[in-house]
Each structure stands twice: as C-alpha cells, then as structure tokens.
C-alpha cells in the first residue's frame, strides 16, 4: 500500500472553503508537499512546508503539518472552479519525493 | 524564465523497441529527477542526477532501464525491449541544487507501448 494517503475524491461547491487531507508515515521527513495536476498536465508546485514547521500560509492555500499525528492538510479559500485538478501530497526522504494517489477535487457551480 | 522540457510528449512504441526519453531541465538546475506515473503505481521514483552523476540507481524498475545526463544539463532515459508494463507517464523534475526543496516538473513523455 501507499506510504502516504489520501482520499481519492473531494466535491466542493464554488466559493466554499476545500480540506484534502493526507497522512504520512515516515517522521524523519524533512519536506511535506502539495503539487496539482489538470488533466494532460504535468505536476505543478503547489507549496511546501518544512517539517519543523505547523502552519503556512500562501494567498489561498493553508497549510497545516500535525507531525506527532504525521497528518498534513491544504486548505483552499474561495474554491473555484479553476482548482478543479489532482492534488498530491508528498513527502520527501533524503533526495526523492514519495507521493500519495491524489485526490480528485470537483468544482460544482 | 522556461520550465522543465520533455520530449516527445507522445510516444508509441511497439513491444520489444528501444525508446529514449529527453529532459531538459530548468537552466542552471544541477539536480534532476526522473519519476513515472502509472495507473497502477501511482507516482514512482526512478533515479535522480547530482550533476552527471547517479549516485541511487535502485529505484530504475529493471536492467532494461537506464538514464545518463551529459554536460550537467540534459538527460536521457532509456528503455530497452520495452514491455506493455513499461506504459505510463514518464515525468522529469529539476532543483536548483540538491538540497534546494522545490523539485519543478516538466509536463511528461506518455509511453504507450503497444
């Protein structure tokens, strides 16, 4: 199984506040990610928090890293329906990222 | 400035062929990735690049695998006598330096091999 997890899917209604979370398992990481991804698109560097850290904020995303629980969330303010993609959470052990299967956000009018 | 490049972004291959995969990562990145994104993997780290070296060659998935970086800049991964399983989505990252955080990546080669 995934050593990070995270719901498959997530339906939001446009202008509401969405929470993806994921869970991870190895403490010693030393980078937590969200990267999105449109359909046909490669990977697209959301943000990232750094693991000695508990919260980031950038514009409308909010990071949140609980690292006793290993549990990491992004929020997004104001949902459109251009945030409508994949969202990956990642961790990063030494030098590579291991990711979870993503989770599919849909942005309903 | 330009992002990571790949090409081709399409590529159909029959089994048994030979494919090479390009990646040209962002200028002045001294460190490079390759990962692959299947359906039934999900997203897999295969082997990175400090300079032109692979220090960590384990993740390349079998002997039918390689990848070189030549000049520090651009790399090619090499699938020899590609097998159905090899389909996916072959996706190339670069960071600035090794220990920079934000890995940047290209928009991927998809490999169909038929």
Known sequence: ?109 | GAGVSQSPSNKVTEKGKDVELRCDPISGHTALYWYRQSLGQGLEFLIYFQGNSAPDKSGLPSDRFSAERTGGSVSTLTIQRTQQEDSAVYLCASSLTFGDPEQYFGPGTRLTVT
């Open chain 1, 1 to 109: 199984g995934e050593d990070v997890e995270q719901s498959l899917f997530l339906s939001v209604r446009e202008g509401d506040s969405s929470v993806i979370n994921c869970t991870y398992t190895d403490s010693s990481s030393t980078y937590l990610y969200w990267y999105k991804q449109e359909p046909g698109a490669g990977l697209q560097l959301l943000t990232y928090i750094f693991s000695n850290m508990d919260m980031k904020q950038d514009q409308r995303l909010t990071v949140l890293l609980n690292k006793k629980d290993k549990h990491l969330s992004l929020r997004i303010a104001d949902t459109q329906t251009g945030d409508s993609a994949i969202y990956f959470c990642a961790e990063r052990r030494d030098y590579k990222l291991s990711f979870g299967a993503g989770t599919t956000v849909t942005v309903r009018a």
